[in-house]
């Protein structure tokens, strides 16, 4: 059948030799006579496909030797309980800036557990700004400061990691890891939901510094306990072995594209002439402060916004799908993760321009 | 290539049309142009596909209209943790039975958030009986009873549901859901993982009666809260998508099949022919109570146990895999769930009949 693009916010396109792989091993995996969704997590083939995996992730994000990486059941989502639940650490205060619906999702989260200082937020300017790093107010007490990297539906993207002050700084990274080099060292902990840049849902990566885990509060479900999780290679429970697999065939297949720097130019070209695109024409508008638009997730309007219906339905014929707004703010959303490929940008760009066209 | 038979206790083999399909679909779904791997799980092709599992589910278990399906993130391991904080509704003690190595992890979870009596213990036999009803004793003050309906690693399967005496009955039935007719109505929570019966890793079904839920302790994560993901479609956070469908496939499947009666009687007959070859040669044993022994996971012995590595050795040679005991038993077990067929056991039986003549 003849593939369409997808700008799905995720789950959303995976690249097309990810999935051919993924076809081709549903045959059975290499002389084993079963297939990777059959294997059990405690055999050797699985667990050389874990390692590789972990292995591949750990190459090219250059994770340093004193961070542990965790592939564990979940989003990005269960990570917003587990954060907190594990880097207290005997502290009460934590510190979050907000930048966005996802943020406010994981403040919301927090204060299940402690108390929350909002360092920082861009609910002002409708969270189509960061407030600048000077004016933020981090109390040296917390526990930590929790940022997210890419706000997924406001379309909002931190360009460089903020400075922390001396805490441990947390990143949620669910929508834009692996899309660019990250200085892993400056961060106590990176989580990620997997379902932009590495694969399937139901899987949440995490990164954290070694010194920062083993004080988890008491009542932390075992399954989220970083330290059990980290000593028993994340098999504290059966881990969602076929998502780690996935996992594994998206890094093999970042390394092949020449990795992080590679794809991070790719990923700038594609948003660039996006963004051009929609500031060329009045028709077409993103509130976002230039500075901090997103790569990943690209939100815009119609001025006219009785013309959202008829252009999604046109464009959906012409094979571009999924690019609904999310359902709290409306209008439009390209979402372009790694897997997007140049084409498919390139591809929207015309068909917005012919519908100005017609319709403008 | 060839297929083997995979005795492997879970993830453990699928059926061959399932796999067939799901290889299929990674074509991409229907006219879609995209795969389910890449489907937003918002929009109405997951939708439909996230519905059918779920009414395909109802109509095998003939699951009554006041119990809600979930389908969460995780296995049974977190469902340990959720089950108590969902169901302690105020109260401050649970009680379960302890009939083995999982029943030992969920009361040990459990004790993270409650005081837990130990109704019943099958220690003393060194877990090869399940004491009998009467002598049980069940604290009327506790939130709920629970037990493991079929242990895992010592083959231990509770042939009918036992009484509960008022208590809101919950059982874990990780390996023998979907194995044999089950009257949900005297349950107040069913839990499973899916990586025996239902598909892959990273997914546990939940089946709970709706009066019972509504009351989550404070600091219970919002993904473990069976009240906000019964009301939001087990959709609070993004779920595992690929599984649920995965586990769609593993329904139809059954129902193809004949439903829950036809694939008891074949789990019957695979089950009884295996334990009858065991018990007609004093070379192999199986230590546990022949009324309670599991139809879903046989372990065995050999008299010799240095025989037990050629074995192993020797049955992967013949195309029977994944033959070993649980790390912390030894010994050798044979997985039989649904989707083994019968030929396999078969075929097994053949192999320990002619390394009995040969080594015996």
């Known amino acids: ?3 369409i693009y997808n700008f ?4 959303s396109v995976l690249p097309a030799p990810v999935l051919e792989k ?5 045959r059975g995996w290499r002389s084993t006579g079963i297939t990777v969704m059959e294997m059990s997590h405690r055999g050797k083939d699985f667990i050389g496909i874990a390692e590789k995996a972990t ?7 250059e994770i340093p030797q004193n961070y542990k990486v965790l592939f564990l059941a ?3 989502s269960a990570q917003f309980a587990a954060v907190p639940l594990n880097l207290l650490r005997g502290k009460t205060k934590v510190s979050y800036v907000s ?3 996802w943020s406010e999702k994981a403040i919301a989260e927090a204060r299940l557990f402690g108390e929350v200082q909002v360092s920082a937020s861009g609910k002002e300017s409708n969270f189509t700004t960061i407030p600048p790093r000077p004016q933020w107010n981090v109390d040296p007490d917390a526990a930590y400061l929790h940022y997210t990297a890419n706000e997924t539906i406001g379309g909002v993207e931190f360009q460089a990691a903020p400075e922390a002050d001396g805490l441990p700084l947390v990143a949620d990274m669910s929508s834009n890891i692996l899309s660019r080099p990250v200085e892993v060292g400056r961060f106590g902990l990176i989580y990620a939901s997997a379902q932009k840049n590495i694969g399937l849902p139901g899987l949440a990566v995490v990164i954290v510094r070694e010194d920062l885990i083993g004080q988890a509060l008491p009542g932390t479900p075992s399954t989220f306990d970083y330290r059990r999780q980290a000593a028993e290679g994340s098999m504290v429970n059966t881990p969602p072995t076929y998502s780690w697999y996935v996992a594994g065939l998206m890094v093999e297949w970042l390394k092949e594209q020449g990795g992080l720097k590679a794809i991070e130019a790719r990923n700038i070209r594609k948003a660039e002439k996006l963004y051009a695109a929609i500031d060329a024409l009045p028709f077409y508008s993103n509130p976002v402060d230039p500075a901090v638009r997103s790569r990943m997730n690209v939100p815009f309007h119609l001025a006219d916004a009785a013309l959202e219906t008829p252009f999604l339905a046109e464009a959906k014929e012409a094979g571009l799908a999924y690019l609904e707004g999310h359902r709290s703010v409306g209008g439009l959303r390209a979402s ?3 897997a997007m490929p140049e084409e498919g940008v390139d591809a929207l760009i015309s068909f917005m321009r012919e519908f100005e ?3 403008g």
Chains 1, 2 share one sequence.
């Open 74 to 76: 979940g989003g990005a």
């Open 336 to 338: 372009i993760y790694n």
């Open 1 to 3: 059948m003849a593939r």
């Open 99 to 101: 930048t966005g619906y």
């Open 55 to 61: 292995a591949d992730l750990r190459e090219l994000l």
């Open 357 to 359: 066209r017609k319709r």
């Open 8 to 11: 799905s916010p995720g789950p």
């Open 22 to 26: 993924a076809r081709e091993d549903l």
